[in-house]
């Protein structure tokens, strides 16, 4: 079992930034290629992007490339979403999750979520 849980949500205004962390405790962190996603009302949960075990290779949904960075730190059980740029369309449930080593976009690929954090980002 892999416990993770977000934090780092909050209220931005357009154009700002904002940092997610995701800490993982259980099964080995660095096992798992770790994805963030997010969900706003009324739509289907959205791939964000993901990066592979060892931080090599990241992955990103074209909506938020650029604008949107992933890393980790194995040692500290830790992923990291950074998001710059942000605007009203962004504003979601930011969730985290494990999957396996070549999960990418879809969340049938992850096994382990955490319990979102909210964004919030006003015009």
């Known amino acids: 079992q892999v416990q993770l849980v977000e934090s780092g949500g909050g209220l931005v205004q357009a154009g700002g930034s904002l940092t997610l962390s995701c800490v993982a405790s259980?099964?080995?962190?660095?096992?798992?290629?770790m994805g963030w996603f997010r969900q706003a009302p009324g739509q289907e949960r959205e791939f964000v992007g993901t990066i592979r075990r060892t931080g090599g290779a990241t992955y990103y949904a074209d909506s938020v490339k650029g604008r949107f960075t992933i890393s980790r730190d194995n040692a500290k059980n830790t992923v990291y979403l950074q998001m710059t740029s942000l605007n009203p369309e962004d504003t979601a449930v930011y969730y985290c999750a494990a999957g396996g080593i070549y999960a990418h976009s879809g969340p049938s690929g992850y096994d382990y979520w955490g319990q979102g954090t909210q964004v919030t980002v006003s015009s």
């Open positions: 259980g099964r080995t962190f660095s096992s798992y290629s």
